[in-house]
């Protein structure tokens, strides 16, 4: 199957700071990406599409101006938690889809707020 | 909207098989998906199915789908201790984003 990277795998941060989260397409142009959370214990929740070369598509109840979704090539989408603060601590998975309409995960970045 | 529900909680004693269920209402779904998450981990994908097609088998894995009933299953045969894990069914519609049932935390014995 298709390999999506997602980097870091781990970060802990102060609150106050921003943090940039990367994913990747290996092998594969993703004209789509999503960005999920996970809260602990809990399923994954959508927290926008991203679409290389527009903006954004934000879920509802999800603050665009706090998470920055950036996607600037077909291999390439970035979140950014902007002043981050410890509520914002989670599990974050990206996924990339294949022309097919398939769907591969990176494997999550962990997000620890101190 | 959408919604995938499954069962959270699954015992089963090892060498027996495993089947998790799973439904959702998006009657436009392309592909279901089912995923494993280890404690601490990131999702593994473990099959899918397009969805035109009933049933597909991967080695110890086997999916159903009731495409009328809108009911994914999920077996796991001679389920060992290593299978332990939260499995997650997903749907995704023709947009591409996938919506995630609860999970149905897999509990093996020895």
């Known amino acids: 199957g298709a390999v999506v990277s997602q980097h870091p795998s781990r970060v802990i941060c102060k609150s106050g700071t921003s943090v940039k989260i990367e994913c990747r397409s290996l092998?594969?142009?993703?004209?789509?990406m999503f960005w999920y959370r996970q809260f602990p214990k809990k399923s994954l929740m959508l927290m926008a599409t991203s679409n290389e070369g527009s903006k954004a598509t934000y879920e509802q109840g999800v603050e665009k101006d706090k998470f920055l979704i950036n996607h600037a090539s077909l291999t390439l989408s970035t979140l950014t938690v902007t002043s981050a603060h410890p509520e914002d601590s989670s599990f974050y998975i990206c996924?990339?889809?294949?022309?097919?309409?398939?769907?591969?995960f990176g494997q999550g970045t962990r997000l620890t707020v101190v | 909207g959408e919604d995938v529900e499954q069962s959270l909680f699954l015992s089963v004693r090892e060498g027996d098989s495993s089947v998790i269920n799973c439904t959702y209402t998006d009657s436009s779904s392309t592909y279901l998906y089912w995923y494993k998450q280890e404690p601490g981990a990131g999702l593994q994908l473990l099959t899918y199915?397009?969805?035109?097609?009933d049933m597909k088998q991967d080695q110890r894995l086997t999916v159903l789908l009731n495409k009328k009933d809108k009911h994914l299953s999920l077996r796991i045969a001679d389920t060992q201790t290593g299978d332990s894990a939260i499995y997650f069914c997903a749907e995704s519609g023709n947009t591409g984003k996938l919506i995630f049932g609860q999970g149905t935390t897999l509990q093996v014995k020895p």
């Open positions: 199915i397009f969805s035109n097609m």
């Open positions: 092998d594969f142009q993703a004209t789509t």
């Open positions: 996924s990339a889809l294949t022309q097919g309409l398939e769907a591969f």
